[in-house]
């Protein structure tokens, strides 16, 4: 472990200290944190999922984990926003990437789901780095069986409620849909936030409705603003444990380019910041920010966005894990 690490009174082991060692050097974990091997025990773990063999259209997401991890260089150990030290009152590690199979999807599914049940026992929280956005499934899967069904925010600008694509049951157009036939979710106490965009037919919303979700579209941010999409979310999940995915393509492409099917019209980052601070205090278990393909980004944008979520999933978990 670097001897430049923070050290807190409490014993926890924060990031590489950013007035001791230049952010360009030294670790390439997430924000810098110690290692999962470097110490005792840990509160929340960051997991990386360099997965992308279910995407339909632009490739590259595998090697997003990677991405968000160079643009996470930059953060620093106190949140203004949510006024929390997330890196002090916590130990958070970087706990590595899961070794998939990238030509057998199911395989790479079954890998998935025993990595982030290992990270995760005894209910420890994780923010998982995609990734495509099939592996929500198995890290649902995984917190399935230590939480029993959750309560599920997913931002995107698409259902991923679909059936099959070309026949293939596990796409990252599916997983939900998939958790949902498989009792993963709470049915009534899920959501979409973000939709928009063309479907193939206005059934899409109907069976995504019968799926359990409720639907709130990127152009209701126009009519009820940011307070309004936190108060409707809070209100469907209520106190069941909850489950955050967040596909990038949520973000008007001006804020995420490098993303695989980008649609027009998204939330700006300020925007979906504000409305995952404004989750908290709810019982925020497991977290995904997926669909970062960095060939396509420009000057880090996509990558430092996402990096700058999985830091508030960062701090809103760790709010919880106080020590």
Not at 132 to 147: C, G, K, N, Q, S
Not at 189 to 194: C, K, P
């Amino acid at each position: 472990m670097n001897e430049h690490h923070l050290h807190y009174d409490n014993g926890v082991i924060g990031p590489v200290d950013g007035l001791q060692v230049p952010r360009y050097a030294g670790l390439t974990t997430f924000a810098r944190l110690p290692r999962r091997e470097d110490v005792g025990d840990y509160d929340v773990a960051v997991l990386g999922v360099p997965f992308d063999s279910g995407v339909t259209y632009r490739p590259g997401a595998r090697f997003g984990p990677s991405a968000i991890r160079q643009a996470s260089r930059l953060l620093r150990p106190y949140n203004p926003a949510l006024d929390a030290a997330p890196f002090r009152i916590a130990q958070v590690v970087d706990a590595g990437d899961v070794a998939c199979n990238p030509f057998d999807i199911e395989a790479g599914l079954v890998q998935i789901r025993d990595g982030v049940a290992e990270v995760t026992r005894d209910g420890r929280p994780v923010v998982v780095l995609g990734g495509d956005h099939t592996i929500a499934l198995p890290v649902l899967r995984a917190l399935h069986e230590r939480h029993g069904p959750l309560a599920l925010v997913h931002f995107d600008a698409h259902l991923d409620t679909w059936d099959t694509y070309f026949d293939a049951p596990y796409t990252h157009g599916t997983p939900f849909r998939r958790a949902s036939e498989e009792g993963l979710i709470v049915k009534g106490r899920s959501a979409h936030v973000g939709l928009r965009g063309s479907l193939y037919d206005r059934q899409d919303l109907a069976d995504d409705d019968a799926l359990g979700f409720t639907a709130i579209h990127s152009r209701d941010v126009d009519s009820i603003g940011v307070p309004g999409i936190v108060d409707r979310i809070r209100d469907r999940v209520g106190d069941a444990p909850l489950y955050v995915s967040v596909d990038i393509d949520v973000l008007d492409p001006a804020f995420a380019p490098a993303t695989g099917t980008p649609e027009a019209g998204g939330l700006t980052s300020r925007e979906l910041l504000a409305i995952l601070r404004g989750l908290q205090p709810l019982r925020l278990v497991g977290a995904d920010i997926v669909e970062v393909a960095p060939a396509y980004d420009h000057a880090e944008i996509t990558a430092v966005a996402a990096a700058n979520l999985a830091y508030e999933f960062v701090t809103l978990m760790a709010m919880r894990s106080s020590r």
